[in-house]
Protein backbone atom coordinates (compact mmCIF):
# COMPACT_ATOMS: atom_id res chain seq x y z
CA UNK A 1 0.00 0.00 0.00
CA UNK A 2 1.43 3.54 -0.85
CA UNK A 3 1.54 5.85 1.50
CA UNK A 4 2.00 9.83 1.03
CA UNK A 5 3.26 12.68 3.11
CA UNK A 6 3.27 16.26 1.67
CA UNK A 7 6.08 18.46 3.14
CA UNK A 8 6.82 22.30 2.77
CA UNK A 9 3.84 24.17 3.14
CA UNK A 10 3.66 27.37 5.71
CA UNK A 11 3.08 30.75 5.54
CA UNK A 12 4.78 33.38 2.65
CA UNK A 13 3.89 36.43 1.63
CA UNK A 14 2.48 37.36 -1.82
CA UNK A 15 5.45 37.47 -4.56
CA UNK A 16 7.08 34.57 -2.73
CA UNK A 17 7.68 30.74 -3.62
CA UNK A 18 7.50 27.87 -2.08
CA UNK A 19 8.40 24.16 -3.18
CA UNK A 20 6.31 21.60 -1.48
CA UNK A 21 7.39 17.14 -1.56
CA UNK A 22 5.41 14.67 -1.22
CA UNK A 23 7.59 11.26 -0.33
CA UNK A 24 6.04 8.45 -1.28
CA UNK A 25 6.35 4.56 0.15
CA UNK A 26 5.52 1.61 -2.06
CA UNK A 27 5.77 1.02 -5.16
CA UNK A 28 5.58 4.61 -6.59
CA UNK A 29 6.19 3.66 -10.64
CA UNK A 30 2.58 5.41 -10.78
CA UNK A 31 1.24 9.14 -12.24
CA UNK A 32 1.51 11.41 -9.42
CA UNK A 33 -0.55 14.72 -9.43
CA UNK A 34 -1.14 17.72 -6.90
CA UNK A 35 -4.52 19.05 -5.94
CA UNK A 36 -5.57 21.55 -3.46
CA UNK A 37 -8.75 22.85 -1.44
CA UNK A 38 -9.34 26.36 0.09
CA UNK A 39 -11.81 27.00 2.33
CA UNK A 40 -15.26 26.62 1.31
CA UNK A 41 -14.31 25.04 -2.03
CA UNK A 42 -13.94 21.86 -3.85
CA UNK A 43 -10.85 20.03 -4.36
CA UNK A 44 -9.23 21.27 -7.40
CA UNK A 45 -6.61 19.88 -10.03
CA UNK A 46 -2.99 21.90 -9.68
CA UNK A 47 -0.44 19.36 -11.56
CA UNK A 48 0.29 15.99 -12.69
CA UNK A 49 3.23 14.06 -14.03
CA UNK A 50 3.45 10.85 -15.42
CA UNK A 51 5.44 8.17 -13.77
CA UNK A 52 8.54 8.35 -15.86
CA UNK A 53 8.34 12.14 -14.97
CA UNK A 54 7.85 13.08 -19.26
CA UNK A 55 4.13 14.20 -19.57
CA UNK A 56 3.08 16.90 -17.22
CA UNK A 57 -0.41 18.59 -17.00
CA UNK A 58 -1.14 21.95 -15.57
CA UNK A 59 -4.38 23.65 -15.00
CA UNK A 60 -4.60 26.27 -17.11
CA UNK A 61 -4.58 29.07 -14.60
CA UNK A 62 -1.40 27.92 -13.39
CA UNK A 63 0.35 27.37 -16.35
CA UNK A 64 4.33 29.35 -15.64
CA UNK A 65 3.92 29.45 -11.96
CA UNK A 66 3.74 26.43 -10.95
CA UNK A 67 6.41 23.29 -12.07
CA UNK A 68 5.83 19.43 -11.47
CA UNK A 69 8.79 17.20 -11.14
CA UNK A 70 9.51 13.96 -9.82
CA UNK A 71 12.65 11.77 -8.46
CA UNK A 72 12.27 8.27 -8.81
CA UNK A 73 15.79 7.61 -7.18
CA UNK A 74 13.58 9.02 -4.00
CA UNK A 75 10.57 8.42 -4.57
CA UNK A 76 9.09 11.91 -4.50
CA UNK A 77 6.93 14.31 -6.22
CA UNK A 78 7.57 18.20 -6.12
CA UNK A 79 5.43 21.24 -6.62
CA UNK A 80 7.54 24.32 -7.12
CA UNK A 81 4.72 27.21 -7.31
CA UNK A 82 6.37 30.99 -7.67
CA UNK A 83 4.73 33.91 -7.66
CA UNK A 84 2.47 33.20 -5.15
CA UNK A 85 -1.04 34.83 -4.45
CA UNK A 86 -3.38 34.71 -2.06
CA UNK A 87 -5.69 33.06 -3.96
CA UNK A 88 -3.46 30.09 -3.74
CA UNK A 89 -3.90 29.77 -0.16
CA UNK A 90 -5.18 26.24 0.24
CA UNK A 91 -3.75 22.90 1.86
CA UNK A 92 -2.57 20.88 -1.26
CA UNK A 93 -2.66 17.14 -1.65
CA UNK A 94 -0.73 14.53 -3.54
CA UNK A 95 -1.75 11.64 -4.84
CA UNK A 96 -1.23 8.57 -7.21
CA UNK A 97 -2.55 6.76 -10.26
CA UNK A 98 -2.66 4.78 -12.72
CA UNK A 99 -2.53 7.79 -15.81
CA UNK A 100 -1.95 11.38 -15.19
CA UNK A 101 -5.99 12.93 -15.23
CA UNK A 102 -6.96 16.40 -14.19
CA UNK A 103 -10.01 14.31 -12.72
CA UNK A 104 -9.31 13.32 -8.77
CA UNK A 105 -11.54 9.88 -9.37
CA UNK A 106 -8.10 8.63 -11.19
CA UNK A 107 -6.61 9.02 -8.13
CA UNK A 108 -6.75 5.91 -5.58
CA UNK A 109 -3.79 7.05 -2.34
CA UNK A 110 -3.77 10.62 -1.07
CA UNK A 111 -1.69 12.46 1.26
CA UNK A 112 -3.08 14.26 4.38
CA UNK A 113 -2.13 17.66 2.70
CA UNK A 114 -0.02 20.22 3.37
CA UNK A 115 -1.27 24.00 4.10
CA UNK A 116 0.18 26.83 2.15
CA UNK A 117 -1.00 30.27 3.39
CA UNK A 118 -0.01 33.13 1.36
CA UNK A 119 -0.82 36.92 3.13
CA UNK A 120 -1.02 39.38 1.06
Known amino acids: QVQLVESGGGLVQAGGSLILSCAAS??????MAWFRQAPGKEREFVAAVSWSGSGVLYADSLKGRFTISRDNAKNTVYLQMTSLKPEDTAVYYCARGDRSSVYNNAYDSWGQGTQVTVSS
Open 26 to 31: GRTLFA
